[in-house]
């Protein structure tokens, strides 16, 4: 079994407030995401997810697109 782990990274930004975020899983760069602080926690995590999936959305979009559908 291959084990993941997903890291949530500070980038760049006011340490208080509009920050951006860098995803991997494991070592490999996902994508970035922009969080203000003050919105919490919970929404830092959902904001994350929703970062995530429309990556792989967009990945899936360009590989449909290269294979000409």
Known sequence: MVKKM?????????AQ????????INKE???????????GPAECL?????AIELNEWAEFE?????KGG
């Open 29 to 39: 760069f996902i994508c970035r995401f922009v969080h203000d602080w003050s919105e």
């Open 46 to 50: 959902q904001k994350a997810a929703d």
């Open 6 to 14: 997903i890291s949530i990274r500070y980038e760049s930004g006011d």
């Open 17 to 24: 407030g509009r920050c951006v975020y860098r995803i991997k």
């Open 62 to 66: 360009i590989m449909n697109d290269s």
